[in-house]
């Protein structure tokens, strides 16, 4: 019982993280059909504007507890600045390309993005925990568990059903949704698609700097810290189906108790686990667990 | 020289290069051989990139063929380097022969991301398995050709040369091989699949058998990189790895046989002058020329050099 709920708790948390990893990544392609491979890379952004802002935060001693709104609002404001910016500069040009060439774009954009956050940051590692240490930890049973992953849990919960809300609820919602199903009809029904693209871009960007950015007060942020976040997230979001929403909640919670499981009862299996079970979806659903069907081209 | 076949022009190249090694420094020798090896890797890439897929997991093969060599040369004390570059170039085909049952079916985005978790199976594994030194990997011994044994300064020369004979020869058999049915077909998959398979030939059996290619020639690469470094570990399987093939690919474009090797060779002058001279923004110069190349050269670094229309091969 007590291994249970101890698989249960780490299962959760890390399908918390694997979810707001992620979930930037599918709305991006949902919309955008670009698979973005820079993603990991607004990831490890947010870690260091996160380290920058809660460094600034304690020492100008501001209230401690209202540092998670910080991290937030540094996290959007990072990714609604850079996003849009790259995706006029960089990938608007390109969209009439094939999608390998336009992935390809975002690898390069990766490769300077990694030099440009150690250009900017150093390559020291940053020690921000004090948001871990502020909420301290409660008891279940024998076991101690560190109340700021229910609070990421909660993050994740709010992130998923917020961008529901988004889509299914509001007019731009709607506009988006519109603009997934058909680019060409939703701009003749007078949907500036350009914008919508510029906005999906930062919204996803900022998500990923969210995750990044309340990652970062568990973790040493460091240089490369990106780069494992991409395949991770590529794995849950396609394993998911791309552009899924539920898809990519369900993969983050599948894949998240199968590793606590693993962590648990056959720790050397951890590390790959999770390709293991992309690769398992992938040859029996091709197109992922929530794919959407597309039609054939004769 | 343009009357001539592309394989002959090639290895004329190929040959100068020979016969001017001896006289290069060992870190110039050092960096072709690694540019021959990606080349051969890439060479594979090409092949399928022409029916319009792009594999983010040849560093399975690739890894798959440098721990056969490491493995054969430790464990059987087999260090002629022939062979291990045949048992190497086996074990990449028989490995992507099997997983081509299940790859030839996917297209598109959803091609390239099964092969990148196969390939980060293999790190994962690799990572975890101490008897295979986990992530620090171990070290291959110095290798022999047909009973001879070259010393220090002849190792790097005697690898580049074994190097440049084998890419001659592939780039030969390659090139042959696009000229046949096979290689319209690749671009026939690439237009309209479905079309393809109403013509009668198979869109899957093709892919299969290129994957297969492609294995065989990452499994070559893999066995000349570890030759070439004299170490090996579990890194070779990462995702990155994967990237760079896929980034020479592209550079390179796939004009000609001869291309990857460009792009390769390329790829590695970029590598070590950015690498030397600013050691802490090389991956910054790497993503630029990669951006600059695919915005100003659609058709990649061989679109230079094929000037004549229809010259392509």
Redesign the interface.
């Known amino acids: 019982m007590e291994d249970l709920m101890f698989i249960l708790m780490d299962g959760i948390n890390f399908a918390a993280w694997l979810f707001l990893a992620a979930v930037g990544l599918t709305l991006i392609y949902g919309v955008m059909k670009i ?1 973005n ?1 820079a993603h990991g890379s607004f990831y490890a952004m947010g870690a260091y504007v996160a380290a920058s802002t809660l460094g600034f935060w304690f020492d100008n001693n501001m209230p401690p507890f209202l540092s998670y709104v910080a991290l937030l609002v540094a996290a959007f404001v990072a990714g609604f600045i850079v996003g849009p910016i790259i995706e006029r500069v ?1 990938l608007k040009p ?1 969209y009439d ?1 094939d ?3 336009i ?3 975002t ?6 993005l ?3 956050l ?2 900017i940051w150093g ?1 020291d590692p940053y020690f921000v925990s004090q948001p871990y240490e502020l909420v301290g930890s409660f008891e279940l049973g024998d076991m101690i568990y560190p109340s700021y992953y229910l609070l990421m849990a909660g993050l994740a919960l709010a992130v998923g059903l917020g961008l529901m809300l988004l889509l299914n609820r509001t007019h731009f919602g709607r506009m988006l949704v519109s603009v997934i199903h058909d680019r060409e009809i939703s701009s003749a029904m007078g949907i500036n698609v350009g914008r919508m693209f510029a906005i999906t871009f930062g919204l996803g960007v900022s998500l990923a700097a969210l995750a990044g950015a309340f990652t970062a007060p568990t973790v040493s942020v460091t240089p490369g810290m990106g ?1 494992e976040v ?2 991770l997230s ?2 849950v979001v ?1 394993t998911g189906g ?1 552009g899924s929403l539920p898809g990519v909640a369900l993969a983050a919670v599948m894949m998240g108790i199968v590793r606590a499981i693993c962590v648990f009862y056959a720790p ?2 951890e ?3 999770i ?2 079970i ?2 398992l979806v ?2 029996f659903r ?2 992922g667990l929530f794919s959407i069907a597309e039609a ?3 | 020289m343009n009357s001539l076949p592309i394989g002959y022009r090639f290895g004329l190249v190929l040959l100068a290069l020979l016969a001017g090694s001896p006289w290069l420094p060992p870190w110039l020798l050092f960096m072709l051989t690694i540019a021959a090896a990606n080349g051969l890797v890439v060479l594979g890439c090409m092949l399928f990139y022409r029916a319009g897929l792009v594999s983010f997991g040849q560093a399975l093969y690739f890894c798959a063929g440098a721990y056969t060599t490491g493995l054969v040369t430790n464990l059987l004390g087999v260090i002629d380097v022939l062979l291990l570059l045949g048992l190497s170039g086996l074990a990449g085909g028989l490995l992507a022969y099997l997983v081509g049952f299940l790859l030839a079916r996917y297209r598109g985005i959803f091609f390239g991301l099964l092969s990148m978790a196969f390939s980060m199976i293999l790190y994962g594994v690799l990572t975890k398995s101490e008897s295979l030194g986990s992530t620090d990997g171990f070290n291959v011994p110095a290798f022999t050709l047909l009973g001879f044994e070259p010393d220090q300064p002849q190792v790097r020369f005697t690898l580049l040369a074994v190097a440049v004979a084998v890419i001659w020869l592939v780039s030969l058999v390659t090139d042959r091989f696009l000229r046949s049915p096979y290689g319209p077909l690749l671009v026939a998959i690439h237009d309209n699949e479905i079309r393809t398979e109403y013509m009668g030939a198979s869109a899957k059996n093709t892919v299969h058998l290129v994957y297969v290619a492609a294995g065989i020639l990452a499994g070559m690469g893999g066995c000349i990189g570890a030759t070439a470094v004299g170490h090996i570990d579990p890194t070779m399987a990462y995702w990155t790895t994967s990237g760079e093939f896929v980034f020479i690919t592209i550079m390179a474009g796939v004009g000609s046989v001869v291309a990857p090797f460009l792009g390769a060779l390329v790829f590695g002058i970029i590598y070590t002058i950015a690498f030397s001279e600013s050691p802490n923004t090389w991956q910054m110069v790497l993503g630029a020329s990669l951006i600059a190349v695919i915005l100003l050269l659609p058709n990649g670094l061989w679109s230079l050099l094929a000037k004549r229309k229809g010259a392509q091969a």
């Not at chain 1, 690898?107 to 300077?112: D, E, P, S, T, V």
């Open positions: 698979l491979v960089l390109q390309r999608e390998h060439l992935l390809l774009i690898y390069g954009l990766f490769l300077i990694e030099d440009v150690k250009l390559v780069v991409i395949v590529f794995a396609v791309l050397e299996l590390l790959f686990v390709y293991s992309m690769a992938l040859t091709p197109r054939r081209k004769i």
